[in-house]
């Protein structure tokens, strides 16, 4: 019965818009210096986008690991026992074509004012990078996960959530699985938990001989729906990986991804000392995405209790680029679900602007009802988030599917 409860409470929080909040406190982070783009004019072409004026307040780093050199961008500064969101961007992709347009919407903006944000580009993979030397070995898929706690530490994040896309989730669960202290939940958005088979490898080698690099890319990226229907978003990308990601560096990544070993995780119980993440995650997908079945598959190997699956309705490849706003709301309550709850007034509903939201953390335990705290900006909360269902209420499933 309090696993029902815990469910109807989060169900009945998804139909909710206007949440209040009393006494809470707006957090203000200092003002960065700008990040300066760079970029030329073949760069700037069909990037609107991707690249706004929204980027005056982010300042970029590169991070010394033992892997080498770490791009990175961030804005904000570490607050108290607050989380760093910390995202890692598909492959053929940096973080500004996969993250920008999500970062940018407003309401999203309302709920990442109060957390430093820091947004990571694979090695080469940021835009204006210099191109690898001839016999640079980029570092495997483990490697990259074991280069995040160099920018843990730089910073001096105590935890992070991550939000990961594509090969980026499956860095970042990589990361989850190593260094497990490190990340308090995990937003994963296409991941594929499995290696490459020999059939997998050889169509991959075979693709890469009768298209060019950005072609195969757009088919890792979006549907054979997409590709034919979507023409002006697949367009629009096309130029965009072609013009913006240096293609020598690409080509070495998309080696690595497609070279990549088994996830190696196990639902609790289903084999003696499963190995799974230990975090709580929200596994997106869209619902005509070429990486459905891999986010189905990855669902069936995690913990049910703290794993929700959200299959959005309407929606490719890339979610958080063509429905932004119903991830938005996703999150917000993935966060309320940790502890973190933020107001945000609903828009449609108001007819006016959004007021400031505000933000604060309640401490819970990980078997306590998503409406109970045991206290206000206390030690790390250890978070309880159930898998969500919008079937009936008397049935469990772990499946919430979001019709658009």
Not at 263 to 282: E, F, Q, S
Request: charged fraction near 20%.
């Amino acid at each position: 019965m309090k696993v029902l409860g815990h469910k109807i409470e989060l169900l009945a929080g998804l139909l909710l818009h206007d949440v209040t909040m009393a006494g809470l406190q707006e957090l203000r982070f200092p003002e960065e210096k700008p990040l300066l783009r760079g970029q030329d004019t073949t760069e700037l072409e069909n990037s609107d986008t991707f690249l706004s004026a929204v980027d005056t307040d982010w300042k970029e780093h590169d991070i010394e690991t033992p892997y080498g050199l770490l791009h990175v961008v961030i804005r904000g500064s570490p607050k108290g026992n607050r989380p760093a969101i910390l995202t890692y961007h598909d492959v053929g992709l940096n973080h500004k074509l996969c993250f920008n347009t999500f970062f940018n919407f407003e309401d999203m903006q309302e709920i990442t004012k109060h957390f430093v944000v820091c947004h990571v580009d694979a090695p080469g993979q940021q835009v204006g990078a210099s191109q690898f030397p001839q016999g640079y070995q980029f570092p495997s898929m483990e490697q990259l996960a074991a280069m995040l706690p160099s920018v843990v530490q730089h910073f001096g994040f105590k935890y992070v959530i991550g939000i990961g896309v594509g090969a980026g989730a499956y860095v970042l669960a990589k990361f989850a699985l190593i260094f497990p202290d490190l990340v308090e939940g995990l937003v994963l958005m296409n991941i594929d938990p499995n290696g490459k088979g020999w059939i997998d490898w050889a169509a991959t080698k075979l693709s890469g001989l009768t298209s060019t690099l950005p072609d195969t890319v757009l088919s890792h990226l979006f549907s054979q729906e997409e590709l034919v229907n979507n023409t002006e978003l697949v367009q629009s990308y096309r130029q965009q990986i072609g013009n913006v990601v240096n293609q020598a560096n690409l080509q070495l990544f998309w080696n690595m991804y497609n070279s990549r070993r088994d996830l190696d995780i196990n639902r609790p119980g289903t084999v003696p000392n499963a190995k799974t993440l230990r975090c709580p995650v929200m596994l997106v997908v869209g619902d005509n995405a070429p990486a459905e079945d891999g986010v189905v598959e990855c669902n069936s190997k995690l913990d049910p209790t703290t794993t929700t699956f959200l299959k959005m309705a309407d929606s490719g490849g890339l979610p958080q680029v063509t429905q932004p706003g119903k991830l938005t709301e996703a999150f917000k309550y993935f966060l309320q679900g940790m502890g973190y709850i933020a107001y945000l007034k609903d828009r449609r509903l108001s007819g006016g602007a959004v007021p400031s939201a505000s933000m604060t953390r309640l401490a819970r335990s990980r078997t306590a009802s998503l409406t109970s705290a045991s206290s206000v900006d206390g030690s790390r909360p250890q978070a309880c988030t159930h898998s969500e269902s919008s079937e009936g209420l008397g049935q469990v499933n772990h499946t919430m599917e979001v019709s658009c």
